[in-house]
């Protein structure tokens, strides 16, 4: 059995923690204090004399960034980048998955981080859908791809399949 006892929550720890994630948007960190706030409360009502955070010492919050709408140049721009992209031992399609990632981000309007989780189980050539799974809010959903969308995920799939 040890004799030190367990720290418990005061502003000093919560600082110390604060700083590992001071990278983070001001919004993001605000949140996550709040959510510690959160349950510092809950556990006053058991420990009355338990540390709560005081709420107007965190981040303030911010406006969030207005979504970029890219028009028809600004995709060929990439599209041109992504063709110029050269292969790598590690990427040996890497052109080829660039422009697909720029085709499905702008045809079929997917969030970043849709993008990065597809998985080839996930492409239907055949039906022209994507299976978008546990995305925001934990959903999933199937989104259709317009026919040129469709015709380069099967020009991609071709290549990546012999």
Partial sequence: MHDHAAADLDQNLLDEWSKSFAELT???????????RNFCLCRQRTEPH????????FPRPQPYCAPVIFGAD?????LAAAKQQRPTPGSPLRPAVLRL??????TAGLRRGELLR????????????LRIRESK?????????SPDACCELRAYLRRRLP
């Fill in 26 to 36: 001001a919004n993001v960190r605000r949140n996550r204090l709040r959510e510690v």
């Fill in 50 to 57: 338990c540390f709560v955070p005081d709420a107007n010492r």
């Fill in 74 to 78: 600004a995709v060929a721009h990439m």
């Fill in 101 to 106: 990632a720029v085709v499905l981000l702008y």
């Fill in 118 to 129: 597809l998985t080839l189980a996930d492409a239907d050539p055949a039906e022209g859908a």
């Fill in 137 to 145: 809010f934990h959903k999933s959903r199937f989104v259709p791809l």
